[in-house]
């Protein structure tokens, strides 16, 4: 079965991208996959110290709620990450996950013994991301990280959805064309991830 792994990471239970990933999960479930979703704001995951315990085996030594994290993130098929932008970037309880992943990052450049798992691109994200604003340049520094980051963790960006103008709780509600257009995506993911694992 496609695992789909659902990344929450507004600090917001009921922000509007977490409405969007709802929606995305919704669609995905529906196409057959099965989902974990993560609260991201209900872990708790520390920044990375950069102490490099990772360079022996491409493992964060830091033992803490990541740990589980990292697991999953290895053995999905699919991402699906959800984040507010805040000063042009993804949110904190994001950006530390990112950072964390440094990891991942080690093993899969360093380490070339130790190869990250699933690396034969089949593994697919998506990203979600709302801002208050409606700023040319609003995600354009949460793009380059998330991309970095999905290359780091063996993921191909294969669709972003970027939505200006949503600020207080609730917003997207009144924007039922994005609601759908997250459902449709959380299907289209699915479908397009099970056809790379054929």
């Known amino acids: 079965m496609t695992k789909i792994l659902a990344i929450y990471g507004s600090p917001r239970r009921k922000g509007n991208t977490s409405e969007l990933l709802k929606r995305s999960v919704q669609g995905a479930t529906e196409s057959g996959a099965q989902i974990e979703e993560i609260f991201l704001r209900d872990l708790k995951i520390s920044p990375c110290l950069e102490i490099y315990g990772c360079k022996k085996t491409g493992r964060c030594v830091i033992n803490d709620d990541f740990q589980n994290v990292y697991d999953k993130i290895l053995s999905s098929h699919g991402i699906i990450l959800a984040s507010p ?15 964390r992943c440094q990891s991942l990052w080690v093993k ?40 970095y980051f999905f290359d780091a963790i063996d993921v191909d960006l294969w669709k972003s959805l970027l939505y200006r103008g949503l600020d207080l709780e609730g917003d997207v509600l009144n924007h039922p064309d994005y609601l759908e257009e997250a459902y449709n995506s959380g299907k289209e993911l699915v479908n397009i991830v099970q056809d790379s694992l054929r």
């Open 108 to 147: 899969k450049y360093w380490l070339k013994n130790t190869p990250i798992e699933n690396t034969n691109n089949t593994k697919k994200g998506l990203f979600i991301s709302a801002g208050a604003t409606k700023g040319k340049r609003l995600f354009d520094g949460a793009l380059l990280g998330v991309r």
């Open 85 to 99: 932008i805040f000063f042009y970037m993804v949110s904190a309880h994001t950006k530390i996950l990112m950072d």
